[in-house]
């Protein structure tokens, strides 16, 4: 696996290999930000919970930075530190929803592009780490784990 910066954090092709197309996916997220509160929220979901208003954040800030490694804009640039920033200040806030296994406030993401980087690592997990699975016991590791 490529990495970006120089630690453990998967690179763009790594992070968002398999995601859904780009094009839609910001369009479901533009739905799911509509969704979180006001009169866009079914009565049905009940309140938003922090889970959910964590994975819209996350999942914006990933197609802020696919955006960004398509286009390479300046403006796309500065939406995706933007909102990269966001996920890592909601996470300093709510450490019990942090899915990767470098935390916010790990020097890591102070080199330059880490915040992005933070969002990539963020993104992979929760994509490709089943919920609830943490760090496993060497000796008798969980059954994704054992893959």
């Known amino acids: 696996m490529t990495h970006y910066p120089a630690f453990n954090a998967p690179c763009a092709n790594d992070a968002y290999d398999g995601a ?3 094009d839609q996916e910001a369009e479901e997220v533009a739905r799911l930000v509509k969704e979180l509160d006001g009169p866009h929220r079914p009565e049905y979901y009940g309140p938003v919970t922090t889970a959910e208003r964590r994975e819209v ?3 914006l800030a990933a197609v802020h930075d696919r955006r960004w490694w398509r ?3 300046e403006a796309d640039g500065q ?7 966001a996920l ?3 996470d300093r806030l709510h450490p019990e929803e942090v899915a990767g296994p470098i935390g916010p406030d790990s020097i890591e993401w102070d080199a330059p592009g880490g915040t992005r980087a933070y ?3 963020e993104y992979w997990t929760w994509r490709n780490v ?9 000796h008798d590791p969980c059954e994704w784990h054992q893959r």
Do not use: K
Request: glycine residues 6%; charged residues 20%; contains cysteine.
């Open 20 to 22: 859904p197309d780009l």
């Open 57 to 59: 954040i996350l999942r």
């Open 71 to 73: 286009s390479r804009t």
């Open 79 to 85: 939406l995706a530190e933007s909102a990269a920033f």
């Open 88 to 90: 890592q200040q909601f």
């Open 119 to 121: 969002v990539r690592s």
């Open 130 to 138: 089943p919920p609830g699975c943490g760090p496993c016991d060497p």
